[in-house]
């Protein structure tokens, strides 16, 4: 199979995508999630430190840092609590990838 490697995780990727990935096997990626589909306290691909939870109405911006990278995702208003860690994840369907001149290949 195919996996994305990357200084935070390495993460497979299913027979279907991995199919249309093929001819990019060994290139250097970017790849891009929006801050609403990264899951908190579901199945751990990285480990992140909370280190600001911002209250936004319904839904709380939680800025987080994993291995000196910034991220931020949202949650449900009261979720989660700062001063801890937590794992991240995401869904394949839900990442774009970007060749090395910043096309969209998936």
Known sequence: GIALEGDLF???VP???AEELSGYVGRDM???IRPEYLRLN???LFEADISVIEPQSARDVVHLEANGRAIRTTVMQGDIETNQSVPVTFDMDDAWLFDEEGERVF
Request: no cysteine.
């Open 15 to 17: 027979p279907e995508i």
């Open 42 to 44: 579901d199945a751990e």
């Open 30 to 32: 970017a790849i891009g």
């Open 10 to 12: 390495t993460k497979e």
